[in-house]
């Protein structure tokens, strides 16, 4: 059975960089056809898509957060990972990873982990 | 950029029909996925490409589109829908970016 579960670091200082990872269980990230995806809420709020990624690394990001986000895979350990760099306190959500399913670029998001808070924070 | 807007909220008596709303312009050109979340837990799918039910999602849940509108239906409605919703599209209209809903708070009276 497909699982998701998010790791990292649930306090992040303002101004640094966010890492978390997805490993990924009961499917093979390289062997299957889907993108992997990250996507987070707010506190109270609304969902927010990050970007996703395939096994060979090509990635879609939000274009709202591209130019601090990276995602990469790692076939290897069957995981892939978020980096959200200069975090402020409105980066503060929980963090969810997904599996993309369906056409290509006109994904929805068929299995998700279970979600690990983040707190930016000093 | 694309706005999918949702109503803030929905009541509904039980055993009533409760119809949640997500608007955008010409929203029927997309396809809409819609998802149930419950406090402190992940989203999960509930409707796919506008009116199809993955396995497992009562029939009680259907959805349309068409026009300006998109809407999921929920029939005969439980107390165990009460949940926030959310509609999701895939904007493809300039870079390709996943693209929620405002969500939708369901109130079973």
């Known amino acids: 059975q497909l699982q998701l579960q998010e790791s990292g670091p649930g306090l992040v200082k303002p101004s640094e960089t966010l890492s978390l990872t997805c490993t990924v269980s009961g499917d093979s990230i390289s062997g299957s056809s889907h993108y992997w995806g990250w996507i987070r809420q707010s506190p109270g709020k609304g969902l927010e898509w990050i970007g996703s990624?395939?096994?060979?690394?090509?990635?879609y990001y939000n274009p709202s957060l591209k130019s601090r986000v990276i995602i990469s895979v790692d076939t290897s350990k069957n995981q892939f990972s978020l980096r959200l760099s200069s975090v402020t306190a409105a980066d503060t959500a929980v963090y969810f990873c997904a599996r993309n399913y369906g056409d290509y670029v006109n994904w929805y998001f068929d299995l998700w982990g279970r979600g690990t808070l983040v707190t930016v924070s000093s | 950029s694309y706005v999918l807007t949702q109503p803030p909220s929905v009541s509904v008596a039980p055993g009533k029909t409760a119809r949640i709303t997500c608007g955008g312009s010409n929203i029927g050109s997309y396809s809409v996925h819609w998802y149930q979340q419950r406090p402190g837990q992940a989203p999960v799918l509930v409707i796919y490409y506008d009116s199809n039910r993955p396995s497992g999602i009562p029939e009680r849940f259907s959805g349309s589109n068409s026009g300006n509108t998109a809407t999921l239906t929920i029939s005969r409605v439980e107390a165990g829908d009460e949940a926030d919703y959310y509609c999701?599209?895939?904007?493809?209209?300039?870079?390709?970016?996943?693209?929620f809903g405002t969500g939708t708070k369901v109130t079973v009276l």
């Open positions: 990624i395939y096994y060979s690394g090509t990635t």
């Open positions: 999701q599209v895939w904007d493809s209209s300039s870079d390709h970016r996943g693209l």
